[in-house]
């Protein structure tokens, strides 16, 4: 059985599937884990705690993540390429882990604003850069201990390519069109626009 935390926090997160953050109301969070609002405030201490508590589990299970498909394909030597395709599969199943590696936060997610005051203050989550360095070094850990040890600087830069490429296709999926805010080229149109134009005569 879950603790009240792991509760509220799967509580919190169920909420956050169907409202904005904004949105999201205490007194609500706490009655879907079966808990007294009371008990959620001693928890976190805020909303602002509980955001960061969210998002750092977020963090928490993507790193463990990486640390079990590394390990799962250590031996076979595709670690970098795997590393790519969870980053991928964890960013899409995940909005939290999403916004955790890219750093867009949307006004519907609870942003990682900065680490709550006081007794019960929540740490605020990593930033991208944070976690891409938590990444890679946890890559290089596990990867490296592997037979036959391997250059330490390279196997960084590797991992590193691998990440920014899987963050790259984050961002930019190969079907997803045109990033947002900009619009393809309409080359039909351009095309028709260059055969009517008449050819210009070069002056004798």
């Not at 498909?69 to 595709?78: F, K, N, S, V, Y």
């Not at 199943?93 to 890219?102: N, S």
């Not at 997803?176 to 351009?190: H, K, M, V």
Request: proline share 9%.
């Amino acid at each position: 059985m879950p603790s009240a935390r792991e509760a509220l926090l799967d509580s919190a997160y169920s909420a956050l599937s169907t409202l904005p953050w904004t949105a999201v109301r205490m007194v609500d969070v706490a009655a879907g884990a079966g808990v007294s609002r009371q008990t959620l405030y001693n928890e976190f201490g805020s909303k602002g705690g509980l955001a960061h508590a969210l998002v750092r589990r977020a963090a928490g299970r993507y790193l463990a993540g990486v640390e079990r498909t590394l390990g799962a394909h250590r031996a076979e030597g595709g670690g970098p390429a795997e590393l790519a395709r969870w980053t991928v599969r964890a960013a899409h199943g995940d909005v939290l882990v999403k916004a955790l590696l890219t750093g867009v936060w949307g006004d519907h997610l609870p942003g990682p604003g900065t680490p709550a005051v006081g007794r019960h203050g929540e740490p605020a989550p990593p930033t991208p850069n944070e976690m891409l360095t938590l990444v890679r070094d946890r890559a290089v850990a596990v990867l490296g201990t592997g037979p036959p040890p391997g250059d330490s600087a390279r196997l960084e830069l590797i991992c590193e390519i691998a990440l920014r490429l899987a963050l790259s296709y984050t961002l930019v999926p190969a079907d997803s069109g045109p990033a947002p805010g900009f619009t393809a080229p309409n080359r039909t149109a351009a095309d028709r626009s260059h055969r009517r134009s008449p050819a210009r005569s070069t002056p004798a």
